[in-house]
């Protein structure tokens, strides 16, 4: 079965969910990159300058160490899920969250999750919390352009 007929098969709340990770994969890879981008004149001192503007001050430092804790439990909860649903290729995703940003990768390794599972596990989510992540999808949004744009 390819993977367009496995994703035809997927049940409607499935492929929302999944176009809804893809689409925050995609913010993500823009966010990030368009950042990570202004250091592309530094030739080979591009990680050094990177990193060091990491530590720039309490904020950058708790921000990165933020996202580093993340990524870790991210990558824990990625191979326990790979293992137990069968999703191939669990440490290209964790690798690519250490090369491009897990704020990219992890949603695809969830989508690659739901494909998976969708057609033989349902988690109906609650009024509740579609409510909160609306809010919790409006705020992230509002940051994100706050960092990048303000």
């Keep these: 079965m390819t993977t367009t007929d496995q994703t035809a098969s997927l049940p409607t709340s499935s492929k ?13 890879l ?11 004149d530094r030739g080979g001192q591009f ?4 990193w060091a503007d990491t530590k720039a001050n309490a904020a950058a430092r708790s921000i990165t160490a933020d996202i580093a ?6 990558a824990i909860l990625m191979v326990v899920e790979a293992r137990k649903h069968g999703v191939a290729f669990v440490w290209a995703y964790i690798i690519g969250g250490c090369v491009v940003a897990i704020s990219v990768t992890f949603p695809l390794f969830l989508i690659a999750r739901e494909v998976r599972i969708a057609r033989t596990a349902s988690t109906p989510l609650t009024i509740g919390d579609k409510a909160g992540l609306v809010a919790l999808s409006i705020a992230t949004a509002a940051f994100v352009f706050w960092v990048d744009v303000v």
């Design 16 to 28: 929302v969910l999944c176009a809804l990770y893809a689409a925050i994969s995609l913010a993500a």
């Design 30 to 40: 823009i966010a990030t990159w368009s950042q990570n981008l202004a250091y592309s």
């Design 47 to 50: 990680l050094v300058a990177f």
């Design 69 to 74: 804790l993340f990524l870790l439990a991210a």
